[in-house]
């Protein structure tokens, strides 16, 4: 049994037993968190044990599924699934922490339900990133919206059952058509082998030899699939309502993990398997890659909720990447598999805090908020240092990624990298401006202005009717720590990402014989 093996099936048990302890929330969120923990430190020795010279595909396993259609229960990891897996298996204990801290669960529901559901989706999220058969890929990919559906339409805000409906109707319609594409590449594999395969190694041989006329019928499948999770515009739109609705924790595997497997499909399946068709296309998703970057940070800054507006700051980063991949330059893709892992960061503690916020002043809207710092110092500076590893400031992890995608843009696309640089400046504008309204100024707003006490609370000496507002915990400390300590060491430091990504970057990149962009 190997490692990926052990990281799927773990969470899967643990899900059992907190589904159990439905009656005893305490002892479920104990329970899921220890197994999140193990989780996290069995990610240490993968990492450890990863050779980035070594194969493509490492800590590889196969067993028999439906034989007859050459059908497999297949894993394996490259260096950009494993940084992938690393971020889900961090950000999970982070969630089930946060659970009555940030998170607070509607009335009539218990801990061990929506615990068992996030450790499921954490499952299956390894295992999408894992699959090397493409037909369990495919199921995965789609199974594993069950439990996302079941987070946001159980658990989430007034308009949660429409918003897990159309993320639910998204997908799936997203996942049928990549079935449709995938079962065309089955065929040729057939007509060539004389017998069909999943296989993903073999069908990037063969498939790639196919003609391009059916090389781009068959990428439209699986792009579609991926743009619709990534999110790319004009297929964004389950988005803002998604993460808007949903409970924090759920928002942060949302929108910083789930919305990779779209990026990382282009990686694993797009480019490697159609890469004509890739070539052929690539100035279309250019276009559609920059107008999210543009269309993300101009909406974005005229939000009034602040889910919503991380939700459009996450429409422009995915721009971003989507841009960096289809540049096919090795530092443009380089930089665009790191920013994968520096959005899921910086995104994942911008979440968090403002859920720190709304816990405090029960509102998600901006214009409720006003001089929160004044009172609540500690948590404005961590307001301040997610917002800016969003706008990748020089310092912080998401900085070199975007410089990375920018400059590798800049050799073959320089129109569409000066567009997307637009988008860096508009970022500090509204980035800024969300930190403006909620932190500075004088103290007001109806989420502050109130009245309250109690022990270990700060009241604002210029109010009126004055509200206790609580500066950071320990807790919330020791929750925000880990993002905190990678915000800044991969700022100053990001050579073991970019060590562990580059191999498999190269990989993609000779299966479009376009090395250095040619």
């Known amino acids: 049994m190997t490692w990926l093996l052990v990281l799927i099936l773990l969470p899967l048990v643990g899900a059992a037993v907190v589904a159990g302890l439905k009656h005893n929330d305490r002892l479920a969120t104990l329970t899921a968190l220890g197994v999140s923990l193990l989780e996290l430190a069995l990610i240490i020795p993968l990492w450890a044990g990863y050779q980035p010279s070594g194969p493509r595909l ?51 529901r218990n801990a061990g339900g929506f615990l068992a559901l996030i450790l499921v989706q954490e499952a299956l999220t390894i295992g999408v990133f894992a699959a090397t058969d493409v037909f369990l890929f495919y199921v995965l990919f789609e199974i594993m919206l069950i439990p996302m559906y079941f987070l946001i339409g159980a658990y989430g805000g007034p308009n949660r059952q429409y918003a897990a409906v159309k993320f639910f109707l998204y997908s799936f319609l997203g996942g049928l058509i990549m079935l449709a594409s995938a079962i065309g590449a089955y065929s040729l594999a057939a007509d060539k082998l004389g017998k069909g395969t999943f296989d993903w190694a073999t069908l990037v041989t063969v498939v790639r030899d196919a003609p391009t006329g059916t090389q781009i019928w068959l990428f439209l499948g699986f792009f579609l699939a991926f743009a619709i999770k990534a999110p790319l515009v004009p297929f964004h739109t389950w988005l803002p309502d998604a993460a808007g609705q949903a409970p924090i924790g759920v928002a942060v595997l949302l929108v910083g993990v789930l919305d990779k497997v779209g990026t990382f499909g282009f990686l694993r399946y797009c480019i490697p398997m159609f890469p004509e068709a890739s070539k052929t296309l690539a100035p279309l998703v250019l276009v559609l890659a920059v107008l999210g970057v543009l269309y993300g940070s101009i909406l974005a800054a005229g939000q009034r909720d602040m889910k919503r507006f ?53 509102s998600t809207r901006i214009s409720d908020y006003g001089g929160m710092a004044k009172v609540t110092p500690l948590l404005g500076g961590m307001l301040l240092l997610a917002g800016l590893s969003t706008l990748s400031l020089p310092g912080t992890n998401s900085f070199i990624s975007e410089f990375l995608v920018l400059l590798g843009s800049f050799e073959t696309q320089p129109v569409f990298s000066i567009l997307a640089t637009v988008g860096m400046v508009l ?21 502050l202005v109130g009245v309250g006490g109690g022990p270990g609370t700060a009241i604002a000496p210029e109010l009126g009717a ?27 430091y990001p050579k073991p990402v970019l060590d562990t990504v580059t191999p498999s970057v ?13």
């Open 310 to 362: 991380i939700a459009y700051v996450s429409i422009a980063h995915f721009g971003f990447i989507a841009l960096g991949i289809f540049a096919f330059t090795p530092q443009a893709m380089v930089g665009s598999v790191s920013y994968m892992l520096n959005h899921s960061l910086a995104t994942g503690m911008l979440i968090v805090v403002v859920g720190m916020v709304v816990a405090r002043g029960g």
């Open 466 to 492: 004055k509200k206790a507002i609580r500066d950071l915990t320990g807790k919330e400390i020791a929750i925000l720590a880990p993002m905190v300590v990678l915000i800044i060491g991969l700022g100053f």
């Open 506 to 518: 190269q990989a993609t990149m000779e299966s479009v014989a376009v090395q250095g962009g040619k």
């Open 58 to 108: 490492q800590q590889a396993t196969t067993m028999d599924w439906i034989p007859s259609f050459g059908v497999h229960i297949s894993f394996g990891m490259d260096g950009i699934a494993l940084v992938m897996i690393a971020v889900i298996a961090l950000l999970v204990p982070i969630v089930i922490g946060g659970l009555g801290t940030f998170d607070k669960l509607p009335e009539g």
């Open 427 to 447: 970022a500090a504008a509204y980035v800024l401006w969300l930190y403006q309204r909620i932190m500075q100024g004088p103290v007001r707003g109806d989420a």
